[in-house]
């Protein structure tokens, strides 16, 4: 497949508005803009589609490793495996091209980009980008402060609740409360109160919430599904229920 028409099989609502026009300025320095036809550009708003939280993610992944003022190789290596493992080598290819030619332009609104994908995502998609941005900043071992405090700036813009950006943050960290952390919980949480929490995390987080995304995003999912089921066993276990 090529670059042009990766680019216009997989975009949906991505071509409009601030995010159209980073990836406008990206695909310049990219290809020659002829190839692709203009009617791939005008498509109406519609689902988000793979290609969509793609380029979301992206754009905001770039932002979150350069808010410690350094690039990381190793955040950049992280971003690349993550996508040859959703997209296979070809797909992650032109995806990571995209990536460093955004990478490279300054300025960015974070808040006129984040407020785009908040109008045209659904929640448990907005959820998945947010397990993914905090995979990026611990995939160099520390997630540093500036790296948080710029994730909780996208979940806000992007109205994520506090204890749901707790509830993903808590699955990057080592602690004795991240069980309780993972499931929104208090940790005076009765065993019914636990149960309850469990099934209602069970809910939020299930991979076929995010299946309209592809099988490429399941994967990611399933990560974060699995955490709550293990910060459910851990309870069960502690508390013997």
Same mark, same amino acid.
């Given at each position: ?26 695909? =310049? ?21 793979? =290609? ?16 410690? =003022?350094?690039?990381? $190789? ?43 994908? $908040?109008? %045209?995502? !659904?929640?448990?998609?907005?959820? #998945? ?7 990026i900043a #611990?995939?160099? =071992? !520390? ?20 204890? !749901?950006?707790?509830?993903i943050k ?15 919980? !208090? ?13 209602? %995390? ?21 990560e974060k599904?699995?955490?709550? $089921?293990?910060?459910?066993? $851990? ?7």
């Amino acid at each position: 497949m090529s670059f042009a028409k990766w680019i216009g099989a997989s975009l949906g609502w991505s071509f409009g508005g601030p995010i159209g026009a980073i990836l406008g300025l990206a695909l =310049g320095s990219l290809i020659d803009k002829s190839s692709v036809k203009t009617k791939t550009y005008s498509r109406p708003n519609m689902r988000t589609q793979s =290609g969509d939280f793609e380029v979301s993610l992206l754009i905001l992944a770039s932002l979150v490793i350069k808010a410690d =003022g350094k690039q990381d $190789q190793r955040e950049l290596d992280f971003v690349r495996r993550q996508f040859v493992q959703m997209y296979g080598r070809d797909r992650a290819n032109h995806a990571f091209r995209l990536f460093k030619a955004i990478n490279k332009q300054p300025n960015i609104s974070l808040r006129q980009v984040c407020l785009q994908i $908040q109008q %045209m995502m !659904d929640h448990a998609s907005r959820l #998945q980008l947010l397990h993914f941005l905090f995979g990026i900043a #611990q995939s160099d =071992g !520390d997630v540093a402060s500036s790296e948080v405090i710029i994730i909780e700036r996208i979940a806000n813009y992007l109205r994520i609740s506090h204890r !749901d950006f707790e509830s993903i943050k808590a699955m990057f960290y080592s602690s004795k409360t991240n069980a309780y952390k993972i499931l929104e919980l !208090d940790k005076d949480a009765s065993p019914k109160d636990i149960k309850s929490a469990y099934r209602r %995390m069970v809910k939020k987080f299930h991979p076929d919430k995010v299946q309209h995304l592809g099988k490429e995003h399941q994967k990611g999912a399933e990560e974060k599904f699995r955490k709550v $089921q293990e910060a459910y066993e $851990q309870l069960q276990k502690d508390l013997k229920f």
